[in-house]
């Protein structure tokens, strides 16, 4: 998303634009995901008389394709072992 950003910065769209991960997830793959990029079981509540959103998430990234031609170039899954390794090795360098 990085190049993403930085072609919108350096264009002339004024428009709101999504930029994001085209693939569709829930949010409990979203924490499966995380689970077996951390090696950890989370324990999940769900909260059933809450008001029901949406089945799951995802960037339409149509104008961004279009006017810019950008797209990711990186899955969801690989990006966020990438960021989860990242902070993980950042915090043990900073706190052991």
Request: proline share 3%; with cysteine.
């Amino acid at each position: 998303c990085l190049r993403g950003t930085q072609a919108i910065l350096g264009s002339d769209i004024l428009d709101p634009i999504n930029l994001g991960s085209s693939e569709l997830v829930t949010i409990n793959e979203l924490v499966s995901i995380v689970e077996d990029i951390a090696g950890i079981t989370l324990s999940r509540n769900y909260k059933l008389d809450a008001p029901k959103g949406v089945n799951g998430r995802n960037s339409d990234n149509a104008m961004v394709l279009d006017r810019l031609g950008w797209e990711p170039g990186t899955k969801l899954r690989d990006g966020m072992g990438k960021t989860y390794h990242w902070i993980h090795d950042e915090y043990l360098r900073k706190h052991g």
